[in-house]
């Protein structure tokens, strides 16, 4: 007997691929949970491949009806991926010219899907302080003026976005549950999502649906200390030069009951398991609203009916999250076998970007490591310099100039080696000059050793 097969519905042409923007299925997490009710919305079913299908199709007809948006006009935008991927749909779909400023880490696989829509890019450091005139939204907003029928989507501030998830987003989850949802789990990144969705379901319900924020730790949204994390779109990092830290003005603080806050390694791991237990290949965000739901689900009891949004697709992040080299060269993965570097993590020494050379000196004199590592942190950073990203590894013959000048920066990072390799796997791909390296898990540096000490592992 063959299974019946319950797709075969004829469904209607659409006129357009706008048309298919929303709509998107919840499926029940029931071999991650099998004792709970636990939804998640798949949100990569949209045509352009995330959540942000809804905010730039939304905010696209809102400046058509505005007039900010005129024919043959050129859509503008600061963003990190899937903003632009939505927005290149539309324009390409519409008619207009799209361009976009990227952060130079985007991963290569976004980059190269914008193109393909035909938009054209400009990649800026990503490492910028806010007040940069080449920071993201800065040069966004300067290209958008400078251009001709230039048109700024500006999702930070576009009432448009959150109002989107209010209109469609809410009400879709409200009715595919019957009205039983109790907690709403939704990631952060312009907080357009959590803000219109949640906004919905306090109204709805009468203030009973429970919306909870899933942020990486050390955002700065879920009260973090703004450093680095490793998932990518969402939360908040506040760049150690950056004065005044600001959030986007259409996120609403009010509208979140509580905040989970979710170690990148146990997003990234969930991710990866969804796909291989639930068949749903995911992004990082996704690992961090769904940890943050199955968490939820586990503390409300049996009652509950959480519903988690899962922005992306893992398509994107398949050289990343979804990589077992990139997992275990980060340090995401140490504990799954015998002979990772794991046991050779400790703390570090560090000096900020900025120290003279004689601090640094007594500094990689006193603590007895093989090098200095030069991080990107701020005597004024609200992070503390160990959680900074890595800019160089001094060893005492770079520290040999001017006791007052500030310390050499490389112009390339060092590349580091991950708690998750083994001693013989880091060796191999370590060029023959490598003296000293420095140790990561969990993304962050966690040690500085000679190469020397790696060999003596291999034994
Ligand atoms: N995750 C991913 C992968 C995203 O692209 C975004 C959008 N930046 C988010 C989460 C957060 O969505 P929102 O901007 O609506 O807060």
Same mark, same amino acid.
């Given at each position: ?19 298919? %923007?929303?709509?998107? &299925?919840?499926? *029940? ?18 045509? !352009? ?29 600061? @963003? ?13 779909? $519409?008619?207009? $010219? ?81 009205? *039983? ?14 803000? !219109? @969705? ?10 009973? %649906? ?5 942020? &990486? ?10 450093? &680095? ?18 959030? &986007? ?15 990148? $390694? ?20 996704? /690992? ?7 968490? %939820? ?17 893992? *398509? ?5 999250? +979804? ?55 701020? *005597? ?48 191999? $791909? ?7 390296? +420095? ?7 966690? /040690? ?12």
């Amino acid at each position: 007997m063959t299974a019946p097969d319950r797709r075969a519905v004829a469904t209607p042409p659409a006129d357009s691929l706008l048309a298919l %923007v929303g709509g998107t &299925p919840l499926i *029940r997490l029931a071999r991650s949970a099998p004792a709970a009710e636990v939804h998640a919305k798949l949100e990569y079913l949209n045509p !352009g491949g995330s959540v942000k299908d809804r905010a730039a199709l939304a905010m696209v007809l809102d400046a058509e009806e505005s007039g900010a948006l005129r024919p043959g006009g050129t859509i503008v935008e600061g @963003t990190s991926g899937n903003t632009g991927l939505g927005l290149a749909q539309v324009a390409a779909a $519409r008619g207009y $010219r799209s361009l976009f400023v990227l952060p130079d880490k985007t991963a290569v696989e976004k980059l190269d899907a914008l193109k393909a829509y035909g938009a054209e890019i400009v990649l800026t450091p990503s490492a910028l302080p806010r007040e940069d005139p080449d920071h993201v939204i800065a040069y966004a907003t300067r290209l958008a003026k400078e251009t001709d029928g230039g048109w700024l989507a500006d999702q930070y501030g576009n009432p448009a976005n959150p109002d989107v998830h209010r209109r469609t987003t809410g009400p879709e989850i409200w009715e595919a549950t019957g009205g *039983r949802i109790t907690h709403l789990v939704a990631t952060i990144g312009t907080g357009g999502t959590i803000t !219109g @969705t949640g906004q919905y379901l306090h109204e709805v319900s009468g203030g009973r %649906v429970q919306v909870v924020g899933a942020d &990486p730790v050390t955002s700065a949204y879920g009260g973090g200390d703004g450093s &680095p994390f490793a998932i990518e779109a969402a939360g908040h990092y506040i760049h150690p030069e950056t004065a005044t830290d600001v959030f &986007p003005d259409v996120y609403r603080r009010d509208v979140i009951d509580r905040f989970l806050t979710i170690a990148d $390694r146990e997003s990234i791991l969930t991710a990866r398991a969804l796909a291989r237990t639930e068949g749903l290949l995911v992004g990082g965000s996704s /690992g961090t609203a769904a940890a943050a739901a199955l968490r %939820v689900a586990a503390e409300a009891g049996p009652d509950a009916v959480v519903v988690a949004i899962l922005p992306d697709s893992g *398509r994107a992040y398949l050289s990343k999250y +979804h990589s077992d080299t990139w997992v275990r060269r980060q340090g995401f993965l140490d504990d799954d076998r015998e002979g990772t570097l794991a046991g050779l993590v400790s703390d570090v020494v560090t000096v900020p970007v900025g120290t003279s050379v004689g601090e640094a000196r007594s500094a990689l004199e006193s603590s007895g490591q093989p090098a200095l590592p030069v991080v990107l942190a701020g *005597r004024s950073s609200r992070f503390s310099p160990a959680a900074g990203e890595v800019l160089g590894l001094l060893s005492i013959a770079d520290l040999a100039g001017p006791a007052d000048a500030a310390v050499p920066v490389p112009s390339t990072p060092p590349v580091g080696i991950g708690s998750g390799e083994t001693a013989a796997e880091a060796l191999e $791909r370590l060029g023959p000059d490598a003296e000293v390296v +420095h140790l990561v898990r969990d993304g962050r540096l966690a /040690g500085v050793l000679t190469v020397g000490a790696l060999r003596a592992q291999v034994g």
